[in-house]
């Protein structure tokens, strides 16, 4: 790998280096520039690394301390937030759905939340790019959305049994469901530069970190071409302060690398940390929010989801968790809310299960060891649904300070009422659905997923962080690409959305 | 690495050491089994004990006969001052919330019964239990720490920590560790070989 000294002035500064930054860092280095990344986390070796089980994986959760807010706090750490080279792709679940064109503008038809300054005819080179570079492997023809100009590369992935009892209740109501798109390898597969990736070996442990290299998160795929191209990824190295000149320019970036600081010397600065890292990074260093809209508009997708236990045995550890989508509630018709969901088949492993049913029907002693012994034969559905920015919700810095004497953020959330009104909906068919295809013992776990929104885009700097080509309004060299630049949250998984502007922002940026 | 741990069969022994289960997966679980081995750090002798035998009732343990001693994990965590990365921002950090609850339980048990909460019976305990979990019980401490939110935090790290536990995994028949060649059958009502040998020899039978 490529280094850098850190008294030249490189190009660009990427920290984080995930789903926003990793693809920035892999376009500027292949079109020649300086790149220099700063990770907090570890580069991993996954086959040699990575154990099947989920404590010993905590390894890839942020767990520099949240503190969660208002009437529905939302969990952090492995709910939301990983560290490490992939950031949080290090757990996603690979769900890759792309958004609808409808998803960019619902304020012009539902008159809430805020519309994109871009649409999805922006983005749409962008997903055809990465569902061939990462390997989604999915239906053709997709049975939602718009039509195509790129077919999924390689075909979906097997159905396990949550998928299977999804598709069986699903029938039995007319609901229209399909194999979903997700950008996990169905077969091996060879990226040049990259080289070659292993198929999927049906292990379930997404969330938990891919052993097999066959999960597209961006440790195997982006990060690897990067280095390639002569960018440099630096690891263990937290940021904590963006220098900026008289004229208002950042000149370079400060870190902490083993308890010691060292700052680099740069032309420009991505900012790519989440939504959460983000805006704390600015508000801690007091910039680019003339908007006061940093930190502000904090969403999470609704995620309701409904287990139950079947007489069939299940094993809902194996398979990729969510092998099943139905798409037919993105704008269902005659209800009370604005926008929608996606429905999704979930399989889970059992620390996770266990925890959010304890959380979520708070049973223990004999009750929960019945329960947990009918482990092998439950399964999940789960929903995925718009959230609207609100007044409430958003992030601040508190009082505490963390191991490293930087304050904590605070973060309240409390569900809007359309996302009450919408979850409410999806919660009985899912309850409808799961009942059809056999479910006992149901429960409700009320969740909601991803951090999304806290320095949005937008064309007018009075209310917005960033402009349509992620450019900060106050700071003419930094730049922001990651899950808090979304002005409104969509109603399908961001993570493909996410690289998708992302690539389409370093584009922008070479162009100049 | 294999493991030699004179509290563990033979049999669970052979399959921790089987080429089922892959280097990385079986280096984690050996350390948590002999991690169980361990003394207090955190806590005092007395706070140990009364937060041992609340994680047992909580998990329908019987504490002279442990599967594992769940308080210790718990112990370890808070000596070494790691977290998972949040909590409920109406709640003190993770060290004083541990500290204030031990009080707290063994004031609903003074209040309730008359006697500390490891002086009562199993009836009672749980008893005391349920009050503090739907937010009734009674004691100074619960007037600035929320109970119900005390005994969730509680809960679900207690059952995180014990189902992270290789041998109750293997009592509720659990077979995901054992995918080193990966999964081909996943189906409904498909078990693989492996799975079956776990529920064969392990299911319900790990004492």
Redesign the interface.
Known sequence: MRKYLNTEVVDAVVIGTGAGGAPIISRLAKAGLKVVALEAGKYWHPQ?????????Q?KL?????????GKD?V????NN?GIGVGGSTLLYTAYTPRPHPDDFKINTEFGVGKDWPIGYDDLEPYFDELEVFLGVSGPTPYPWGPPRKVNYPLPPL????AA??MKRGCEELDIKTSPAANAILSSPYFQEHVGWRNTC?????CQAGC??GAKASTDVTFIPLAIHFGAEIRTECFATQLQVDKKGKITGVVYLINGVEERQFCKNVFLCAGAIETPRLLLINNLGNSSGQVGKNFMANTGIQVWGEFD????P???IPASLISEDMHRPKNVNFASGYLLQSIGV???TY??QL??ST?A???E??NR??A??QVAGINMHGECLPSQENFLELSDESD?LGLPKP?I?FTVENNGKRLGEHAERLMKEIWEVAGAKNRFTVHRNAHTIGTCRMGSDGDNAVVNAEGKSFDIPNLYICDNSIFPSSLTVNPSLTIMAVALRIADKFLRK | MEINSSNITQKVQDFLNSPA??E??R???IE?IEKANGTNRFFTDYSFNLLSILCD????QDPEDRIVNIALFIDDRLAE??????????MPPDNEMYRKGLKGVDEAASIMFDKNFTELEKEAQ?KA?EAI?DGTAKGDTWKTLPSKRFF?EL??ET???F??FPLV?LK??????A?A????K??????ENI?TFV?NNFK?SIS
């Open positions: 040699k690394d990575f154990a099947t089980d989920e404590r010993e905590s959760v942020w767990n520099y301390e949240r503190l969660s807010g706090p969990p952090f750490g492995r937030s097997p159905l396990n049994g299977q009892l070996t049906n292990r379930g442990f052993s097999t069939e045995i299940i094993h550890y194996k398979g492993m059992p620390v266990i925890s304890v959380r708070g223990w002693g004999k929960l060891r947990m012994n482990y092998n191991q605070r309240y | 289960i892959t990385p997966t280096k984690a679980l948590r009732r909580l998990m329908d001052n790691t977290c998972d990365g949040w909590r409920y921002s109406d749980i239990l979990q969730e809960l679900a059952t995180e920590i189902f992270s995994q509720i028949g659990y077979a995901g560790m995918d060649a990966g999964w081909k996943i189906g409904l009502n498909e078990s799975e529920s319900n």
